[in-house]
């Protein structure tokens, strides 16, 4: 689904990726974990090119995202994005916030678009949220309208760039748990993170980052029971 | 201007200063320069706004989308001379300028006042929106974009209307300045309230009383649009939803 090709990003002369390749297929759940600073999340980012790549491709669903001839928007409706800081639309409310891309972008009528959206909030247990404005909620519960708010333009993928690590820890569950039915629903999911609970229950792959490359990867079976690399060792015994 | 009239009959301590204020105003009409006058500077200062509004608004688009698509870049320019060489350039020199060389075929001074108010005025309003665009927070362009929107359909549906809260005091402030700035359109003959007390000292030889009440007029106006701003203001921030 997406193949990354010797992804290379600079930032003013320093060099944050170094060349990344792997692949994504339909149906992986990809946990990206690593120290900070490794690159994980401007890894994630080039992903649907808000960070533009200083080199390299990535091939999504068989179009090249850093040909600068592509329809970029047009593809980015197919993947969805999860923030750190969640950045729901605050002057809008929930409703809103999860109906306004479809209607704008895929010309859903509004009764279908707020049914969909209606539906998905029932799923993450928001459905009597739908008239409240974001600064009414709680950390958790925002991040489960960002993750609905992505899901209303029916993406083929998820990425999600650290969605608990803003959250006061007694929301962190509930926003896993989304993540968790997500994943066994089927999504694609690119997932950068410090839950290595949620990364070994739940990855099919682990990318280990670190100084721009990846060290590592493999299973969660792999990764956490027998690490090869002894920076993703020392990595491991700091977090666990 | 029937009411000194009224108190100068009555008479009393203050009648002097009403027999005065009688002459200076009431005589040979001169009051009806007073309410061309204001009518005029009114007049000058709304078209000017909306022109610099529109002139600011577009500047900014512009600068902003020019970020992201390279073949705005020339025009991005263009802009940035624009603001460079309007805000290097004292007002009245702007507007005799402007009624001298560029319209000098103009007969009526109010057209040309409200262009080159407005073009000045632009300048300024295109760098405090731009700097309220900047005020929201970039992970919301960012969603917007996340979402498949155009960088034009993120700022229209998601920014803006979030850095409306930071612009429009601005704006507020910026017509304060301007209404002041328009008494100097009588350079180019038009008649506004500066001027119109100016010609009412000149005619009538009191220059207390026209002056005073040009000042007075000009003050009541700016308390009243800081009044108004005040209480856009605190709508505004009761409004926020974050």
């Known amino acids: 689904m997406i193949s990354v090709k010797n992804l290379q990003k600079n930032f003013g002369g320093v060099e944050v990726l170094k060349g990344i390749n792997t692949e994504i297929d339909k149906g992986d759940v990809i946990c990206v974990i690593g ?171 682990i990318l280990f980052l670190e100084d721009g490359v990846i060290l590592e990867e493999g299973t969660p079976d792999h990764i956490f029971n027998h690490p090869e690399n002894e920076r993703l060792r020392s990595f491991l015994a700091k977090v666990l | 201007m029937i009411l000194p009239t009224l108190f100068l009959a009555a008479g009393g301590p203050l009648s002097g200063w009403f027999a005065k204020l009688h002459e200076t105003f009431i005589v040979n009409e001169r009051y009806k320069m007073m309410i061309e006058g204001f009518r005029n500077t009114i007049i000058i200062t709304l078209g000017a706004l909306v022109i610099g509004v529109t002139i600011g608004m577009l500047i900014a688009v512009v600068k902003y989308l020019a970020e992201d698509v390279p073949g705005l870049k020339p025009l991005a320019y263009v802009c940035d001379l624009y603001v460079k060489v309007i805000r290097g350039i004292p007002m009245v020199v702007l507007l005799l300028i402007f009624f001298y060389i560029i319209f000098s075929h103009a007969k009526n001074g109010i057209p040309v006042a409200i262009v080159a108010f407005g073009i000045n005025s632009g300048a300024y309003m295109a760098e405090l929106i731009r700097s309220g665009i900047n005020a929201v927070d970039a992970g919301q362009m960012e969603a917007g974009r996340s979402l498949g929107m155009s960088r034009l359909q993120a700022m229209r549906v998601v920014v803006f209307p979030q850095a409306v809260r930071y612009i429009l005091p601005a704006i507020g402030n910026e017509l304060i300045a301007l209404l002041k700035e328009t008494s100097v359109a009588g350079y180019v003959a038009v008649v506004d309230v500066t001027r119109a007390g100016n010609l009412i000292r000149n005619n009538s030889y009191d220059a207390v009383n026209p002056l005073m009440l040009v000042a007075l007029i000009y003050l009541v106006l700016v308390l009243l649009l800081t009044w108004l701003l005040g209480k856009l203001e605190r709508r505004l921030s009761t409004g926020d939803k974050r």
Do not use: Y
């Open chain 1, 35 to 205: 120290p900070s600073g490794s690159g994980k999340s401007t890894f994630l980012r080039c992903l649907n090119m808000l960070e533009r790549p200083s080199g390299g491709q990535i091939i999504f669903e068989g179009d090249d995202l850093t040909d600068k001839k592509i329809d970029l928007d047009l593809h980015r409706q197919k993947m969805g994005m999860v923030f750190q800081q969640f950045n729901l639309f605050p002057h809008m409310t929930v409703m809103k916030n999860l109906t306004v891309a479809p209607m704008l972008l895929k010309k859903v009528p509004e009764e279908k678009a707020r049914a969909k959206a209606l539906e998905l909030l029932g799923k993450v247990g928001l459905a009597d949220r739908a008239d409240s404005f974001p600064n009414q909620l709680s950390g958790g519960q925002k991040q489960r309208v960002a993750i609905v708010r992505a899901l209303c333009m029916e993406p083929d993928v998820m990425l999600f760039d650290e969605p608990t690590s803003a959250l006061d820890p007694e929301m962190v569950g509930e926003v896993l748990d989304v993540m968790k039915k997500l994943a066994s629903d089927g999504m694609t999911m690119v997932v950068v993170t410090h839950e290595m609970g949620f990364a070994r229950e739940v990855a099919n792959r």
